[in-house]
C-alpha cells in the first residue's frame, strides 16, 4: 500500500476482526510503514500513513 491508500474488509465476526487488525500491525513492521485501522461493527478500515 502507498500513502494515502484505504484498504476496507467486512469481517465474518470478532475474532476475524482481530485477526485482521493483528495482521495490519505485523504489516507495519514488516514493511516499516505506518497504519491506522478504524473499527464500525465489523467493518474494518486500514490506512496507510506512510513510511516510519
Not at 465474518?12 to 485477526?19: H, I, K, N, R, V
Not at 497504519?35 to 513510511?51: H, Q, Y
Given at each position: 500500500m502507498q500513502s494515502?491508500?484505504t484498504?476496507t474488509v467486512?469481517?465474518?465476526?470478532?475474532?476475524d476482526l482481530?485477526?485482521?487488525?493483528?495482521?495490519?500491525?505485523?504489516m507495519?513492521?514488516?514493511?516499516?510503514r505506518?497504519f491506522?485501522?478504524?473499527?464500525n461493527?465489523?467493518?474494518l478500515t486500514?490506512?496507510?500513513?506512510?513510511?516510519?
Amino acid at each position: 500500500m502507498q500513502s494515502g491508500e484505504t484498504l476496507t474488509v467486512q469481517c465474518a465476526d470478532g475474532y476475524d476482526l482481530d485477526s485482521q487488525k493483528n495482521t495490519a500491525y505485523a504489516m507495519k513492521k514488516l514493511e516499516r510503514r505506518r497504519f491506522s485501522c478504524r473499527v464500525n461493527g465489523l467493518t474494518l478500515t486500514v490506512t496507510c500513513n506512510g513510511t516510519d
